[in-house]
């Protein structure tokens, strides 16, 4: 099984890092080696017919900051695509939810070549679901993104394939966790200012924290789960979105009177589509502290199912990209 | 498909239902419909070669007891079996951890003569795991028993699919509601015998609540979870079995004084299988009171990830069984 890996981030790294380290399990599991046909990050490439060598790769990353010996140059990842031979494109590059970025336009690509497609890259999904979901049916894909959402919390595949019994009737969850760590600091009496300072200091936050602060990176995964779990044909446009940076002092110290916690709550239904700050009972499974996701899964035979997870991380979201890599070669090798 | 239903209680009728409640949706799911050959109760069954009527199935249930006008006479599950043509059992009869009794025998021949099979009856699973695992493989057979384990609570396929990418290291988790609701309610002062009596009361907890208390049900979801996510070979009787029998007043009043909680928990990894009453601080995933069951399940690369829902319940465990049966039709169909 040939990859084709677009990013070359802490995301893209980690699941190179996870091939190497696991080789001998993933062969088993997706029943062939899995190498690399080629390898982009923003300014270079590595690319070799036979295969490139993860070891050079990470190592040119980590000595130079470039994967690869050749510029990109007027290059863009599609024009290296084409020059490669791969089963699977595995998009981890930067997120850009105005218009999908260069991420949209190698998804498109690769499904129309025939090619598989793995993306934790959540721009394309919250953008254009509709249309890609289209050309994967169209052109005999898969199109996975378990890493999308959550991280290392299972969700979009624990709904389709572990609940298709169960009709879901809706997902309330915190998605993101650094909003989720501000707030809990919140709640021991830190300023908002300080808990963002502080959660920046441990690599929690981005320099500039506005899309996740501001529920955008909520909003996108709300919109990914409308569209995969509820089937619904939404964009990142129709959520109606509150992020935190209005959260104050006095309104934590009032719900933590009542015994109640402030806490960013994504929601979905086949109605809603809502991220906003809620008032959530200590005790309640969404009035988790801390940087782990979570999901109150509402069903209609199954009752309330809960599941958390890690969120983000290098070693966590490549576990997902690797999950969808196995599920894909299992579906693969059936047919 | 066709399916043949073995056991016609409280999971088998449940199961019923759902196909009549969710008939279009399951069509859908999988394709074509699910029609029932023959249901079998304990002392009569209901065969037809076009389909069973389902609504006369549960009618002549509810209004006689029986599921059928023909009574079994000498009559195994396998002779009825042997008489209908049908694609997948869904075995759902009483465990047995004695011998794996008229279940474990159903499950052989139906793995024998080509047929799928579902099931929510521990006892073949506890007892016989390797040698099913072995005949579903020669005869290219599937084998699935989401609702074993955990009812609604997503765990088996949770760890085998969408987890497929990381090495599971330990589950520990919170496996029969009964227990649970009788050391929730000790929390609150109650003598077990008291907990107990309410929790018959409440039809937590049956006549004879040994199975429970005892940790016997536990253990043998322990082993399915050995066997089938850590690819062990064990049975019943390999587990370290301590219930809750011994658990005082006192006890449960100390723990709290150091803020703590004892909840029986089921351990499985590489090297342990252990049923046992525990210490677990407050606020723990493990900590949970009342009736669900919840699995804190340890990850090399992305950490610790936790699962709760319904443990037991007619709907529940049916929308298990459920959503096997999609996944079934799902493989079948890319085949």
New interface residues.
């Given amino acids: 099984m040939k990859v084709f890996l677009s990013g070359f981030g802490n995301v893209g790294q980690g699941f190179m890092e996870?091939t190497v380290i696991?080789k001998d399990?993933i062969t088993k599991?997706v029943g062939e080696e899995v190498t690399f046909a080629g390898v982009v990050d923003s300014t270079t490439y590595y690319a070799d017919p036979r295969e490139v060598c993860s070891f050079c790769a990470l190592g040119n990353k980590a000595s130079t900051g470039k994967v690869g010996h050749s510029a990109r140059g007027g290059k863009s990842v599609i024009d290296i695509m084409s020059e490669c031979e791969f089963d699977v494109l595995i998009e981890t590059g930067p997120t850009n939810v105005d218009d999908g970025g260069e991420g949209l336009a190698n998804i498109r690509w690769a499904l129309e070549h025939g090619k598989d497609v793995i993306t934790v890259n959540k721009g394309p999904l919250a953008l254009d679901f509709a249309n890609l979901r289209k050309l994967a049916e169209e052109h005999g894909c898969i199109l996975r993104y378990?890493g999308s959402v959550g991280g290392?919390?299972?969700i979009i595949?624990?709904c389709n394939?572990?609940?298709?019994?169960?009709?879901i009737k809706s997902i309330q969850g915190i998605f993101n966790g650094t909003c989720n760590y501000v707030l809990s600091r919140m709640d021991s009496g830190l300023p908002l200012e300080q808990a963002l300072k502080e959660a920046q200091q441990l690599g929690y936050a981005e320099t500039d924290p506005t899309y996740d602060i501001e529920g955008y990176d909520t909003a996108s995964k709300v919109v990914i789960l409308a569209n995969s779990v509820f089937g619904r044909d939404v964009t990142f446009k129709d959520v109606s979105v509150c992020g935190i940076s209005s959260v104050t002092e006095e309104a934590v110290a009032m719900a933590a009177e009542e015994n109640m916690v402030i806490r960013l709550i994504g929601e979905v239904s086949n109605t809603k589509l809502e991220v906003s700050p809620r008032l959530i009972p200590k005790g309640h499974?969404l009035s988790l502290s801390g940087t782990l996701n979570t999901a109150l899964i509402e069903?209609d035979?199954?009752?309330?199912?809960?599941?958390?997870?890690?969120g983000a991380?290098r070693?966590?979201t490549?576990?997902?990209?690797?999950?969808?890599?196995?599920?894909i070669a299992r579906?693969r090798k059936?047919?």
Same sequence: chains 1, 2.
Wanted: net charge neutral.
């Fill in positions: 996870t696991k399990l599991l378990e290392a919390m299972p595949n624990l394939d572990s609940l298709a019994g169960v009709r499974p069903t035979f199954s009752g309330p199912i809960t599941v958390t997870g890690r991380g070693k966590e490549a576990s997902a990209i690797l999950s969808d890599l196995i599920a579906q059936s047919a």
